[in-house]
């Protein structure tokens, strides 16, 4: 779908002793950026982790498709029923190699509109390097703590990076509301990185909508 090729359809006739010289496989300059996003049913499912691992979980796949890596991102993630926010709070709790990074996230997002809420290290970290940041009790740290602020609808973003099974296992509670509350959680810097610049795309236009036909047309 992203190059307008039948993929699978060559493959299964070269499987069956076609040749590939016998296709027109001519790439044609791509103006656009594919993003494929999976979609996971644990809403379905109350009382499981939706963190992943070597199994097969997804029941699906969406694309996004725009001119930018941030809008198509943003597309896959709207496909996937996800919708990024404008404004709002953005928690961060992360492990120390992905900090660095999201001090620099936590400068976009706030440029932005938004304002960052963090627990004791990471917010420790984020100070140090001058960013305003508000400080949450985690949730087996006593109350109020970020669980309570998440059903409270005090945070519109979840950005949180785990190390070692005690921090995935401790985490369990903020995913699962996470996703009870329909609040976007990421889990890897990368994902984190890609989620500021869809916002920063959003924030400068709207989504747009073209058909694949004409996607793969060119026109």
């Known amino acids: 779908k992203a190059i307008g090729q039948p993929i699978a359809n060559i493959a299964a006739k070269v499987m069956a002793g076609m040749k590939l010289s016998e296709f027109d496989l001519t790439l044609k300059a791509q103006k656009y950026i594919a993003v494929k996003e999976a979609v996971f049913p644990f ?3 109350p009382g499981v982790d939706t963190v992943l691992g070597p199994e097969m979980r997804s029941t699906g796949e969406v694309m996004g498709l725009a001119e930018t890596f941030g809008m198509a991102f943003a597309k896959s993630q709207l496909g996937g029923g996800v919708s990024l ?3 709002g709070k953005v928690f961060i709790s992360v492990r120390n190699e992905h900090k660095s990074v999201m001090a620099l996230l936590a400068n976009e997002l706030i440029s932005l509109g938004f304002s960052i809420i963090a627990t004791g290290g990471t917010t420790k970290y984020l100070r140090s390097k001058g960013i305003e940041v508000e400080y949450i009790k985690k949730y ?5 703590n970020v669980i309570d602020a998440m059903k409270n609808g005090d945070i519109s973003l979840v950005f949180n990076t785990t190390s070692g099974k005690q921090s995935l296992k401790d985490s369990f509670s903020l995913r699962r509301t996470a996703l009870t ?8 810097a990368a994902a984190s990185k890609a989620t500021v610049e869809a916002i920063k795309d959003l924030a400068h236009s709207g989504y747009e909508v073209e058909s694949l036909q004409a996607i793969a047309s060119g026109s």
Do not use: C, L
């Not at 087996?140 to 109020?144: A, K, L, V």
């Not at 509350?181 to 890897?188: A, D, G």
């Open 181 to 188: 509350q329909k609040i976007p959680y990421f889990t890897t």
């Open 43 to 45: 809403a379905r499912f």
């Open 140 to 144: 087996h740290e006593g109350r109020p």
């Open 85 to 87: 926010p404008a404004k």
